[in-house]
């Protein structure tokens, strides 16, 4: 099964750290969204890719955050200077774009947490 | 701006017990409706999508519908490996086919 992959899965840093995690999706999807979920929330929207350009940003998103996807195959999402509120759990998404169809499916996602 | 709202917040059913969950969703050009299960610590596992309203979708005990402003997950007789959060999300009809999801509902299924 080659799902959508997330690495690390736990990540533990401390206040002011820089921080990447990287996804893999799944093999020929063309489509890559970054969602941050905080405990008893549902996903928020944080980025997409669709190959390799980036073509939405959520306001959620401060310029401390930077998300790229060169040669549109994996991803990578950078923290600089982590805040405390920061911790939450970090999920990737990629789709296949089809005509009337785009189902998105998630990867296990990275747990940050900034002490 | 677009909401989707999940109710209740959670829900105890003893095994075999039937019952539904509720998505309302106000959402701009909406393209489709999806349900997601999610276990603790893991990405949402992806249910169904529904289209247009009057629309039907089964997988095992679980069924999805979906009216004009609402999506209902009804669950027939469930069994303790059904508990889980189940989220609800809407699609936009625009560029970035972002989903805005609702806050879930945790299902508890007690033996």
């Known amino acids: 099964d080659t799902g959508v992959s997330q690495d690390p899965r736990h990540k533990i840093t401390k206040r002011g750290q820089n921080v990447t995690f990287r996804c893999d999706p799944i093999?020929?999807?063309?489509?890559l969204y970054w969602y941050r979920q905080t405990l008893g929330q549902g996903p928020e929207f944080l980025t997409y890719f669709q190959n390799e350009a980036q073509l939405e940003k959520s306001r959620l998103l401060s310029d401390r955050f930077s998300a790229e996807r060169p040669k549109g195959s994996f991803s990578t999402l950078e923290i600089q200077r982590t805040e405390q509120g920061d911790s939450a759990m970090y999920l990737c998404?990629?789709?296949?774009?089809?005509?009337?169809?785009?189902?998105?499916?998630f990867g296990p996602g990275t747990r940050l947490t900034v002490l | 701006e677009d909401q989707v709202t999940q109710s209740p917040e959670a829900l105890r059913l003893q095994e075999g017990e039937s019952s539904s969950l509720n998505c309302s969703y106000t959402v701009s050009g909406l393209r489709g409706l999806f349900w997601y299960r999610q276990d603790p610590g893991k990405g949402p596992e992806f249910l169904f999508t529904?289209?247009?309203a009057g629309e039907e979708k089964e997988k095992e005990r679980l069924k999805a519908t979906l009216t004009k402003k609402e999506s209902f997950l009804h669950i027939t007789a469930p069994k303790p490996e059904d508990s889980a959060t189940y989220l609800c999300?809407?699609?936009?009809?625009?560029?970035?086919?972002?989903?805005?999801f609702g806050s879930g509902t945790r299902l508890l299924v007690r033996p």
């Open positions: 998404a990629s789709s296949l774009a089809l005509r009337g169809t785009d189902t998105q499916y």
């Open positions: 999300a809407g699609g936009r009809m625009d560029s970035s086919y972002k989903l805005i």
């Open positions: 093999s020929e999807h063309n489509r």
């Open positions: 529904l289209y247009s």
